[in-house]
């Protein structure tokens, strides 16, 4: 097949891709919402899991992975050098901490321009290597945030990659997922850019030492502003294909939006709407045409969404 043959019957492919996935999103979007009653809430729903963080921040958790170079990760020296006060109060983190395998405890300190406007570090083997990464937010105090990844390297805790500062003080971003989402070798992250003034959903992929760019689609937000509750997202396989959807608001939080990454296009999968705004963490349960999804909103009250 000659080089435009084969680019021309690339496009074709990739367009019934698309036209399938459109189909497949207006064939699983009948979604039925329920309350459910406050002694069947999931515990996922308002406690978080993990231990708290010694010397850390006030409700800091300690991330923990089972095998791999690093098995723990939290934050510590508590700053209020930064005054965004993004999750409820101007408390931040100053310093990163992990524990290797082999049980040593190892420090990274941010300098006084910047810190970890985040509460809980991620762990996670990003790019396949056998070697654990954390993946952090990480804020300038005049540029405002990033997503930042740290690993060890000769010993030490060192950045491994970023993907740069928004560009301005007081602009956030808060992570939504780290999961295979295009069913090619490796993980990829996904994170929400400015999540309370028009959020954009961005994925990345990290390769090689570098955080590089994958998709990116606007109208959302994975975090009530002011709130100390991140986890307004969740992961699940919806199509029981093996390969993750992403499930968060909308950017007004009153919809629930499934988002599938197919060809490296974000496509979505369902939108849902819902009796009130999303405030507290997003459970899922089971996988395929069992998928259930709890979630709590400002109205108090919990609700679980099926498919029929």
Not at 49 to 55: I, K, L, N, S, T
Not at 151 to 173: H, K, M, Q
Not at 196 to 204: A, K, P, S, V
């Amino acid at each position: 097949m000659t080089g435009l043959g084969w680019r021309r019957s690339t496009v074709v492919m990739f367009a019934l891709a698309m036209c399938f996935s459109a189909f497949q999103t207006r064939a699983a979007d009948r979604w039925v919402v329920e309350p459910v009653d406050k002694g069947a809430w999931p515990p996922h729903i308002l406690d978080e899991p993990g231990r708290a963080a010694a010397d850390g921040l006030p409700d800091g958790r300690v991330a923990t992975r089972v095998g791999g170079d690093i098995v723990e990760a939290w934050y510590g020296e508590p700053t209020r050098r930064y005054g965004h006060g993004i999750l409820g109060d101007a408390v931040e983190a100053g310093s990163l901490h992990a524990r290797t395998g082999a049980g040593d405890v190892l420090t990274l300190r941010l300098p006084k321009s910047e810190v970890f406007e985040d509460r809980t570090p991620r762990l996670a083997d990003l790019d396949g290597d056998g070697k654990v990464e954390i993946a952090t937010i990480r804020s300038s105090t005049s540029k405002g945030a990033s997503v930042t990844v740290y690993g060890i390297v000769d010993g030490a805790l060192t950045e491994r990659g970023t993907n740069g500062f928004i560009g301005r003080s007081n602009r956030w971003l808060n992570i939504a997922g780290i999961a295979d989402l295009d069913g090619r070798p490796g993980l990829e992250m996904a994170y929400v850019r400015t999540p309370h003034i028009g959020g954009t959903l961005f994925y990345f992929r990290y390769k090689n030492g570098a955080l590089k760019r994958v998709a990116a689609i606007d109208g959302f937000s994975n975090h009530a502003i002011g709130a100390r509750e991140m986890r307004l997202s969740a992961i699940t396989d919806l199509n029981a294909d093996r390969r993750a959807e992403l499930v968060l608001p909308s950017k007004d939080r009153s919809t629930l939006r499934i988002i599938d990454l197919v060809w490296g296009k974000p496509v979505e999968r369902a939108s849902i709407t819902l009796p009130g705004r999303i405030d507290k963490a997003i459970a899922v349960r089971g996988t395929g045409k069992d998928t259930a999804i709890v979630v709590g909103l400002d109205n108090g009250r919990v609700y679980q969404l099926t498919r029929q």
